[in-house]
T-cell receptor, first 114, second 113 residues
Framework: DVKVTQSSRYLVKRTGEKVFLECVQD?????MFWYRQDPGLGLRLIYF???????EKGDIPEGYSVSREKKERFSLILESASTNQTSMYLC?????????????FGPGTRLTVT | GQNIDQPTEMTATEGAIVQINCTYQTSGFNGLFWYQQHAGEAPTFLSYNVLDGLEEKGRFSSFLSRSKGYSYLLLKELQMKDSASYLC??????????????FGTGTRLKVLA
């Protein structure tokens, strides 16, 4: 069974803080993704990675950065948190080699920036 | 641009059949996925279509017409536990040669007793 875990379910941070969201998958997946989910906007892709140390910008990368030093771990970094980054953050992973493979999602981190 | 449309909300009765539509305008189409998401939980995979036609999986079926940019998810014999959001997602080829996913805003389905 694929397992994708995220470091926190709920997080409250202050404006201007540096925030780290961690995601770990245990199935040796090549691809990993970070999304945010907001009411009425759906899931929007922030960044993704198709290999260790490789990263690609998604549709809304501004204000975020990522790190993938090991295959199983993909970190999302908010350099200076702002209130408009209050959201649900979802990590996902996917095996790369065959097109029919779907993404597996972690449980999400609900981040509140005050 | 890349765009996916699906209805915001639908209501149906337990035991009935419901069809959730999804239309898309994307470039580099490489497959369409449906996910189910219960409130406060992560999305879980339901179905995948890459060729035209119907894919059936128990009470759930999904249809794709690539020429029309159209898909639907059909849920039969509705149960109360089917009350959830249903997300339509299109996989597209990214400029790097890898895949990325574009999601619709989701359809919230309420099943009434």
């Amino acid at each position: 069974d694929v397992k994708v875990t995220q470091s926190s379910r709920y997080l409250v941070k202050r404006t201007g803080e540096k925030v780290f969201l961690e995601c770990v998958q245990d199935m040796d997946h090549e691809n990993m993704f970070w999304y945010r989910q907001d009411p009425g906007l759906g899931l929007r892709l922030i960044y993704f990675s198709y290999d260790v140390k490789m990263k690609e910008k998604g549709d809304i990368p501004e204000g975020y950065s990522v790190s993938r030093e090991k295959k199983e771990r993909f970190s999302l970094i908010l350099e200076s948190a702002s209130t408009n980054q209050t959201s649900m953050y979802l990590c996902a992973s996917r095996m790369d080699r065959a097109s029919q493979y779907e993404q597996y999602f972690g449980p999400g981190t609900r981040l509140t920036v005050t | 641009g890349q765009n996916i449309d699906q209805p915001t909300e639908m209501t149906a009765t337990e035991g009935a059949i419901v069809q959730i539509n999804c239309t898309y305008q994307t470039s580099g189409f490489n497959g369409l996925f449906w996910y189910q998401q219960h409130a406060g939980e992560a999305p879980t995979f339901l179905s995948y279509n890459v060729l035209d036609g119907l894919e059936e999986k128990g009470r759930f079926s999904s249809f794709l017409s690539r020429s029309k940019g159209y898909s639907y998810l059909l849920l039969k014999e509705l149960q109360m536990k089917d009350s959830a959001s249903y997300l339509c997602a299109v996989r597209v080829v990214h400029t790097s040669g890898t895949y990325k996913y574009i999601f619709g805003t989701g359809t919230r389905l309420k099943v009434l007793a």
